[in-house]
């Protein structure tokens, strides 16, 4: 079975997504503290979600619809018809001592994602609910039902991801899916994995590392774990079949038991739920309601002028796809998007600022990228403005009035700061004359620096040569 296999690397992802719906997957309680209150342990829960007897749970219709969208965001196949399974496992953050899952039909199955050069099939996608949180103090573990319940959705991928960088490549697709659809929050929601890691070297016998939690870890943890395993055949180890943990703080994964199968969990269809029909015309109506994703707006974005890589980056962020739109209908979009990619996108991230809490509107990208595009004030003022813009938002035009930040191309004005610039880099001047071109760069940049970026570089350069010439 296992030479199936033809890459390097096998890995398979069970990523674990929070659904943004209001209340829990199937009880009332709120998925969120309420804002600004320091919470509690176990406070918000209800006899459903902590499975007193007698309490009967009902499917969420807007964490149902989320699932939905999901799913045929990532090009599944629905199922027709709803049913929820109890996986039975006995551990303290499970109070039902099963958890409510979907096993015999999931909600999803056979869909995929694309990245540039491959696509990555998805097995399936399913409705669950969360666990408790566990918490280790001391020699004790307390338990915190506040987040039991909570509705979760299981991507499974199928195991064809190559390589760390490719799962890397599959989970930033995913988020920004998880953006577009605004089914998932980023500061807020959880965001777990569990990987299955093989390599050829072990005749891809699978390990797989539970419960690695958010973006970063999953990174780590998967880079780390290929590297154990490649190490571990060189030294003629045996790679053994089991589950193991990923420590985050120390940077490692580590053995916990030899895994168990899906079989073990002895899954029954939950009688509390009744099957839940989901109707062609449903699905029809969640499909067109989908937005356009990534993928399609970035190729879109190819078609009007811009260059590959920057579409897609631009793409992948809703609200600076969004910003980008708008920019280029009024400015030429390979200017926009070059613009928006390499300045405004460095800007905002050295700024740790989104988009939105910088303020920056549209109008303000077209009169900066107007002027630069009119050559009236050079790149370096609009680097500057661009700085400046992404601190605090502020009329561009009036700005660059009142501060006289206009391009200075007055060959007199710039003839004499060559002079100048020539008589304080003798050193240069000389390197330049042996033929050392980069020395000319050298004189420019002092002109630069006199007036302030404000100087056309490329006339400096033109003048530049003209009296070294002399
Ligand atoms: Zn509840
Ligand atoms: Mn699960």
């Not at 420590?247 to 969990?265: N, V």
């Not at 400046?388 to 004499?416: C, G, W, Y």
């Amino acid at each position: 079975m296992t030479q199936k296999f033809t890459s390097d690397i096998v890995i398979g992802l069970e990523i674990h997504v929070q659904l943004d719906s209001k209340t829990k997957l199937f009880c009332g309680c709120p998925t969120r503290p309420k804002p600004g209150v320091q919470e509690e342990p176990n406070t918000r829960i209800c006899p459903i979600c902590l499975g007193h007897p007698g309490s009967k749970p009902t499917a969420n219709k807007e964490a149902i619809e989320m699932g939905l969208r999901l799913a045929l965001a990532l090009n599944c196949s629905v199922s027709s018809r709803l049913i929820f399974s109890r996986k039975s496992y006995f551990y303290p953050d499970m109070s039902k001592n099963y958890q409510i899952s979907q096993y015999e039909e999931p909600l999803g199955r056979e869909g995929s994602l694309e990245l540039d050069n491959k696509t990555i099939g998805i097995t399936r996608v399913h409705l669950e609910e969360d666990p408790a949180a566990l918490i280790h103090s001391g020699s004790c573990v307390l338990v915190d039902y506040n987040r039991s319940g909570n509705p979760l959705m299981e991507i499974v991928t199928d195991p064809t991801i190559g390589s760390p960088d490719e799962a890397r490549e599959f989970m930033r697709r995913l988020l920004s899916i998880l953006e577009y659809l605004k089914v998932y929050d980023i500061d807020w929601g959880i965001l777990k994995a569990d990987a299955n890691i093989s390599v050829r070297e072990s005749s891809y016998t699978r390990v797989e590392i539970k419960n690695i939690t958010g973006f970063k870890e999953i990174e780590r943890a998967l880079d780390y774990e290929c590297a154990r395993q490649k190490q571990a055949c060189q030294e003629a180890q045996k790679i053994i079949a089991e589950t193991r943990g990923w420590d985050a703080e120390k940077g490692y994964t580590y053995s916990m038991r030899e895994k168990e199968s899906e079989e073990d969990y002895g899954y029954i269809i939950d009688p509390d739920l009744v099957a839940i029909t989901i109707t062609q015309d449903r699905i029809e109506k969640a499909k067109a309601s989908l937005p356009e994703l990534s993928q399609a707006k970035a190729k879109r974005f190819q078609a009007i002028g811009v260059k590959q890589e920057d579409a897609k980056v631009i793409a992948a962020d809703q609200s600076i796809a969004i910003l980008f739109e708008e920019v280029s209908k009024k400015v030429e979009p390979g200017l926009a998007a070059k613009w928006i990619r390499r300045e405004l996108m460095r800007v905002l991230n050295f700024a740790k600022r989104s988009l939105e809490d910088s303020n920056i509107k549209p109008h303000h990208m077209v009169d900066l990228l107007t002027l630069v595009h009119e050559k009236r004030i050079t790149d370096q003022t609009a680097q500057k403005l661009m700085e400046r813009l992404v601190e605090k938002p502020f009329d561009i035009k009036d700005v660059v009035e009142q501060e006289s930040l206009a391009k200075v191309s007055d060959d007199s004005l710039l003839t004499d700061a060559c002079k100048q610039a020539i008589a304080q880099s003798p050193q240069a001047v000389l390197d330049y004359h042996a033929g050392e071109e980069k020395a000319l760069n050298f004189i420019v940049g002092k002109v630069m620096a006199a007036t302030k970026g404000k100087a056309d570089p490329a006339i400096v350069k033109k003048l530049m040569i003209g009296l070294l010439k002399v």
